[in-house]
């Protein structure tokens, strides 16, 4: 291959990688103010970046291109009070028709699946605190007359059933969506300054399971990684823990678990006294739980017949995913175990899993040697056990 030849195709790979880690953004604005601007901000985990602004045509077009190495959240916005959130994914054409002094709710957008799914979210938010307004509405008028205490109770009692609605559909929402960052915005909506429709007190499960996905898959990504903060310090404070507390497990007697097999069968952890056991908890929806499995494969071939044994519980929600991700990872020759019930799996309070993989290394009477062993720290702790 001549140099000229190799120069020419590093430039189109070049260009072809550079089309793939941007996103460009087309839209059209009805009835725009004449000279005005419309501007791209990256939301962040604790501030908005601004990133662009282009000036509206006389036609109210205008379009961004924006390199996008990851999926993130942008806010297209006329001001702090007008604005749409995207979610926009590398190498995404989004098409957008806007309303001038309503870009939250657009008439059309097209080419962006996770910004679709935002705004379905956002109709249905919008929705409630309609209802909610209106019940206000409903009061204000009867202020003065008699019989008030019995409207409010009335009120009162339809609020808190349209509250338990939106709450619901979130929940559902959420679990339907739970390999993308909308979840992670689903948590934080409000129906009135300070009401959340998500209480981590009561709803606590679902921070950590949206936690547990954001940031097996986003690590490093500004929203994620301050959800995974605030997560820790909510669950502590609800604990009465401090970090260091909650590292005394070791020495303790392993709580006793009873779930069936994917026969059917009921096994119980205790059963297995008198090996050394890894009580590992994973679901197949988990990208580092399946990172790890080859690693127990290793493990348990290298160990079973010294007397080392594997105890899985699944998170999963169903029973197929669950058999499906067995099979795939080749794990059948130990003992799996699930209620399949997700976050809401009885074990999850009873260990205190706030994320997955998490697994215990128990001896031959049932107690904690360690826990969180992965990768080469297992086997290392393995070959000082028995010696090899």
Not at 13 to 29: E, R
């Amino acid at each position: 291959m001549s140099k000229k030849l190799f120069l020419y195709l590093f430039i189109a790979l070049a260009f072809i990688a550079c089309k793939k880690n941007s996103a460009k953004i087309s839209g059209t604005i009805v009835n725009p103010a004449i000279g005005s601007y419309i501007y791209l901000d990256e939301l962040k985990s604790n501030e908005l970046k601004s990133v662009d602004s282009v000036k509206i045509t006389s036609d109210g077009e205008f379009s961004f291109t924006k390199e996008v190495k990851q999926p993130s959240f942008y806010l297209l916005k006329k001001d702090n009070a007008n604005f749409l959130t995207l979610l926009l994914e590398p190498g995404e054409k989004v098409n957008i028709k806007l309303q001038n002094d309503s870009l939250a709710n657009p008439i059309s957008l097209e080419g962006s699946k996770g910004s679709l799914l935002m705004i379905e979210y956002n109709r249905n938010l919008r929705a409630t605190i309609k209802k909610l307004t209106g019940l206000n509405a409903i009061y204000m008028e009867n202020a003065e007359k008699p019989g008030l205490p019995e409207l409010v109770e009335s009120l009162d009692s339809m609020a808190q059933s349209y509250l338990n609605e939106i709450n619901i559909y979130t929940k559902n929402y959420i679990d339907n969506n739970i390999s993308s960052l909308v979840s992670l915005v689903a948590l934080y909506q409000q129906v009135a300054p300070s009401v959340y429709v998500m209480n981590p007190s009561k709803d606590m499960s679902y921070f950590l399971r949206v936690d547990s996905s954001m940031f097996s898959m986003y690590p490093t990504y500004d929203p994620v990684a301050g959800l995974h903060e605030q997560v820790k310090e909510i669950a502590l404070k609800m604990k009465g823990t401090s970090p260091e507390s909650g590292e005394e497990a070791a020495g303790n007697l392993a709580a006793e678990i009873t779930l069936p097999t994917p026969e059917g069968d009921t096994i119980k952890l205790s059963s297995t006294r008198g090996s050394i056991v890894l009580l590992d908890f994973w679901a197949s929806w988990c990208a580092p739980c399946r990172k790890e499995n080859p690693n127990l494969v290793s493990a348990y071939n290298k160990y079973h017949r010294k007397g080392f044994q594997i105890y899985q519980v699944s998170l999963d929600k169903t029973k197929e995913a669950w058999m499906k991700g067995i099979e795939e990872d080749k794990l059948e020759k130990w003992i799996h175990v699930s209620d399949v019930q997700y976050w809401n799996s009885s074990v999850v309070p009873l260990y205190r899993i706030e994320s997955i993989p998490a697994n215990y290394l128990l001896d031959k009477d049932g107690h904690i040697i360690a826990s969180n062993l992965r990768g080469e720290s297992l086997q290392i702790k393995l070959a000082e056990i028995f010696k090899q």
